[in-house]
Nanobody, 128 residues
């Protein structure tokens, strides 16, 4: 059973930056697709970004393109989400997810059911 632990959330002013980390224990991290989703109060969980373990694809939600960057360090069993130019609408609980499937279609990586394991989430609050 893979366990995912997120860190790096917090309170930041609009225009600021945060870097989220997601560290995996157990399993072979280098063979997992990693993704970030978020859920704002009263809204459904939505896809933010993903990074494939083998195809090199890194799809992003349109709302974060050009501001957020997903990356991974297989030696550290950790995925990151660098978030720049944060806006109040980015306020949400951010969840890390890991999955073992593969696809040539970027759409596959945006779906929650493509991921087998989920972290507990970390709160990101952006003040205006």
């Amino acid at each position: 059973q893979v366990q995912l632990v997120e860190s790096g959330g917090g309170l930041v002013q609009a225009g600021g930056s945060l870097r989220l980390s997601c560290t995996a224990s157990r399993g072979i991290f280098s063979t997992y697709n990693m993704a970030w989703f978020r859920q704002a109060p009263g809204k459904e969980r939505e896809f933010v970004a993903a990074i494939s373990w083998n195809t090199g694809t890194t799809p992003y939600a349109n709302s974060v393109k050009g501001r957020f960057t997903i990356s991974r360090d297989n030696a550290e069993n950790t995925a990151y989400l660098q978030m720049n130019s944060l806006q109040p609408e980015d306020t949400a609980v951010y969840y890390c997810a890991a999955g073992t499937g593969t696809s040539l279609r970027d759409y596959y990586y945006t779906l929650p059911h493509s991921y087998n394991y989920w972290g507990q989430g970390t709160q990101v609050t952006v003040s205006s």
